[in-house]
């Protein structure tokens, strides 16, 4: 049987959702149709386009056959984070080893697949293909029009990779999800919609964190766009405008500090939610240190709060810089 008619032959499913993104899409289906590994097919799910997004995937569809597939949410899933949980609880990706995810918006580097899928194959003949393993790789910032902003996202956003431990991903998210590849194991174990979850990344992270490995390849493999719809959300500057800003002072958005406040209560409780979420569906699979922490980590919520910073350092429910586990412990509701 042909890759035309069993799709799932293809080793590497790349589920790219979309939604009124007919300035970018062809640019990043084209970016991903010309990479250096060629077994990939693409699944590309709408979330109910009133542009020409649609229109422009089905020539794609037609001039590339059997590696893209169309699907149509109806109804709209709403946001990114549901579109892409429920492609991977619904099993879009097939037969395939391999998944990868991808914004409508970026460009890949030729090379992005093979180099993230060798650091896969590397961890699984250590590991073994039925552990979770999840990859991760660093971006290159752009404007809408492909100029440089910065080389590297990772240090554009202040981040650190290395905290991929459960505790640390609880708080802080490391893993950018058009920068991933999983593997089927990990992918088999997202089969359920989370009712709440912070970032579809995020979550797969913490799946990954709780059950198998991570590894980042600490190279720029695609460009990641930022225009109006998704601008970043880490400015740059110094840690003291940073601290001040919590308290609304010298911010460039001139938020308040009652705004501040409520978008921490916000932040902090989409957080718990999470956490909860964790709890319910995988707290059977489990082992009674990681269901310790989970429930230490939403018990911060009810204590006061010399309890919440007690709790915050017992369990290493920190940030990667210290005045960031400062202002937590400060403001975390």
């Given at each position: 049987?042909?890759?035309?008619?069993?799709?799932?032959?293809?080793?590497?499913?790349?589920?790219?959702?979309?939604y009124?993104?007919?300035?970018?899409?062809?640019?990043?289906?084209?970016?991903?149709?010309?990479?250096?590994?060629?077994?990939?097919?693409?699944?590309?799910?709408?979330?109910g386009?009133?542009?020409?997004?649609?229109?422009?995937?089905?020539?794609?569809?037609?001039?590339?056959?059997?590696?893209?597939?169309?699907?149509?949410?109806?109804?709209?899933?709403?946001?990114?984070?549901?579109?892409?949980?429920?492609?991977?609880?619904?099993?879009?990706?097939?037969?395939?080893?391999?998944?990868?995810?991808?914004?409508?918006?970026?460009?890949?580097?030729?090379?992005?697949?093979?180099?993230?899928?060798?650091?896969?194959?590397?961890?699984?003949?250590?590991?073994?293909?039925?552990?979770?393993?999840?990859?991760?790789?660093?971006?290159?910032?752009v404007?809408?029009?492909?100029?440089?902003?910065?080389?590297?996202?990772?240090t554009?956003?202040?981040?650190?990779p290395?905290?991929?431990?459960?505790?640390q991903?609880?708080?802080?998210?490391?893993?950018?999800?058009?920068?991933m590849?999983?593997?089927?194991?990990?992918?088999?174990?997202?089969d359920r919609?989370?009712?709440?979850?912070?970032?579809?990344?995020?979550?797969?992270?913490?799946?990954?964190?709780?059950?198998g490995?991570?590894?980042?390849v600490?190279?720029?493999?695609?460009?990641?766009?930022?225009?109006?719809?998704?601008?970043?959300?880490?400015?740059k500057?110094?840690?003291?405008?940073?601290?001040?800003?919590?308290?609304g002072?010298?911010?460039?958005?001139?938020?308040?500090?009652?705004?501040?406040?409520e978008?921490?209560?916000?932040?902090?409780?989409?957080?718990?939610q999470?956490?909860?979420?964790?709890?319910?569906?995988?707290?059977?699979?489990?082992?009674?240190?990681?269901?310790?922490?989970l429930?230490?980590?939403?018990?911060?919520?009810?204590?006061?709060?010399?309890?919440?910073?007690?709790?915050?350092?017992?369990?290493?429910?920190?940030?990667?810089?210290?005045h960031?586990?400062?202002?937590?412990c400060?403001?975390?509701?």
């Amino acid at each position: 049987m042909d890759k035309e008619s069993k799709n799932s032959s293809y080793e590497v499913t790349v589920l790219l959702c979309t939604y009124n993104g007919e300035n970018y899409v062809k640019q990043q289906i084209d970016s991903i149709l010309g990479q250096s590994y060629e077994d990939i097919r693409i699944v590309v799910s709408d979330d109910g386009s009133k542009d020409g997004t649609l229109g422009i995937v089905e020539a794609l569809k037609e001039a590339n056959s059997g590696r893209i597939e169309i699907l149509k949410q109806n109804p709209p899933c709403g946001s990114a984070q549901k579109h892409f949980l429920k492609l991977l609880a619904e099993g879009k990706y097939g037969d395939s080893k391999y998944v990868m995810l991808s914004d409508q918006d970026d460009v890949w580097n030729p090379d992005k697949v093979e180099k993230t899928l060798k650091q896969m194959k590397i961890l699984e003949a250590v590991y073994g293909d039925d552990k979770p393993t999840l990859v991760h790789c660093d971006s290159e910032v752009v404007d809408q029009e492909l100029n440089p902003i910065s080389p590297s996202y990772v240090t554009y956003q202040k981040m650190t990779p290395a905290r991929k431990k459960l505790n640390q991903l609880l708080v802080q998210n490391n893993v950018v999800g058009g920068a991933m590849m999983i593997n089927r194991a990990l992918a088999k174990l997202i089969d359920r919609e989370p009712e709440h979850c912070v970032m579809h990344d995020q979550w797969i992270a913490l799946v990954a964190a709780a059950f198998g490995q991570i590894r980042f390849v600490p190279e720029s493999l695609y460009k990641y766009r930022q225009h109006g719809n998704n601008v970043l959300g880490a400015e740059k500057g110094s840690r003291i405008m940073e601290i001040l800003g919590r308290f609304g002072i010298g911010r460039k958005d001139g938020k308040s500090k009652a705004e501040m406040d409520e978008h921490s209560r916000k932040v902090y409780e989409e957080m718990f939610q999470q956490a909860r979420c964790f709890l319910e569906i995988y707290g059977d699979r489990l082992t009674a240190k990681q269901k310790a922490l989970l429930e230490n980590f939403v018990s911060i919520q009810e204590r006061n709060r010399l309890g919440k910073i007690y709790i915050i350092l017992r369990y290493g429910f920190t940030y990667n810089m210290f005045h960031r586990t400062v202002g937590e412990c400060l403001f975390i509701r």
